[in-house]
């Protein structure tokens, strides 16, 4: 880069050049010499190029050498900053890039992305939901004095017992409240357990402890906090490897410490309708009332263990029962927007067998 070089004034040159008037011979005045002509203009170039002589051309390309040495100085700089930086920045892509090997899953349209249909997810929240509460009624009565309907409905369950097929009725209600996993056992034939996962340097899984998930079952939901594409979750993904992204761009965070779990215990207590809970916080706890909110710690699927179940995602309808909402593990960050609650639901793909860990597929492309 070319500095600028202050050019050197003419004013006084041209001054002493300047063209003077022929006199004519007048009498009674002596006879003046005319001055000699002003040179031509590429003569006063050339003897101002002479007068700078080769010292104003070695301190041009000095200055020249030194802009690009200084430029390269700059770019060697960038790049070391850059070798230093680079992988804090974008640890996605730096981690991706260098993976050639990647499961992936590709659906046609963002329509066909729905294993089973809406209706059965519904009935099967419902169903494990109700399940749930009929085992805690004891602790649900103060709640549910508000509304002797659904009061007495939950109390002929409660009579009707909870027990597996053949056991006489009635029989449960004499016992203690059994275990959220226990009871999702009873209710769709199999429970779950978060454990170390079989992948080396994967940490926890979820694994099928006991019974068996036939295909096309829900089989765990995705919880946390839902952000709809405007609203603020910079802070929240720092480090945050929980973060669920859907087809619409909505984002889930399910990370069930710090920041994320701060975030999502005042927006429970927000929403918190009397004495009435609009989402579930247990599932941030080592033991969550909801078994099936364990969906953010099924590991990715690789080449040696496929994929066994996928997501779904699930809008609550608006009909969804008040008193069952305490299980939902998913709360909205702001409440402003009248909207629908996205969940994120786990089916099954294959029939899952006691002791499998669930496979999931982190990379879904919709054409």
């Known amino acids: ?215 096309g079952a829900v089989v765990a939901m995705y919880p946390g906090t839902v952000y709809r594409k405007h609203e603020p979750i910079f802070f929240q993904s720092l480090g945050n490897p929980f973060i669920f992204r859907c087809i619409d761009g909505i984002l889930i965070d399910g990370n069930d410490k710090g920041l994320s779990r701060s975030v999502y215990r005042s927006c429970s207590w927000r929403d918190q309708l009397g004495p009435f809970q609009m989402s579930d916080v247990s599932w941030l706890t080592a033991a969550p009332q909801n078994p099936l909110a364990v969906g953010q710690y099924v590991n990715n699927c690789s080449y040696e263990k496929a994929a066994n179940v996928c997501y779904q995602e699930f809008d609550v309808p608006r009909h969804f029962p008040v008193e069952l909402k305490q299980y939902l593990p998913n709360i909205v960050y702001s409440h402003e927007i009248e909207s629908h609650l996205r969940c994120v639901v786990l089916v099954a793909l294959r029939d899952i067998k006691q002791g499998e860990e669930l496979f999931s597929n982190y990379y879904t492309i919709v054409n």
């Open 1 to 215: 880069m070319l500095s600028h070089v202050r050019p050197v004034s003419r004013r006084s040159d041209a001054l002493r050049h300047r063209p003077s008037r022929c006199l004519t011979h007048a009498p009674g005045h002596a006879q003046r010499s005319p001055r000699p002509a002003s040179p031509p203009i590429e003569a006063l170039h050339a003897n101002i190029t002479a007068l700078q002589g080769a010292d104003w051309q070695r301190r041009v390309r000095r200055r020249r050498s030194a802009d690009a040495a200084g430029g390269m100085v700059v770019l060697r700089g960038l790049r070391r900053r850059w070798d230093a930086y680079k992988y804090r920045f974008v640890p996605w892509l730096a981690f991706n890039v260098r993976r050639q090997r990647r499961t992936l899953r590709y659906v046609p349209e963002s329509s066909q992305d729905k294993i089973i249909s809406d209706e059965d997810v519904f009935e099967t929240l419902l169903k494990v939901f109700t399940a749930l509460l009929v085992n805690d009624f004891s602790r649900q009565v103060p709640a549910l004095a508000l509304l002797p309907g659904v009061q007495r409905r939950y109390a002929r369950l409660r009579a009707a017992g909870l027990g597996p097929a053949g056991s006489p009725p009635g029989r449960h209600s004499q016992r203690e409240p059994l275990s959220p996993e226990e009871v999702l056992f009873r209710t769709l034939g199999f429970s779950l357990a978060r454990e170390r996962s079989s992948l080396l340097s994967a940490g926890t899984g979820v694994f099928v402890s006991r019974g068996s998930a036939p295909q």
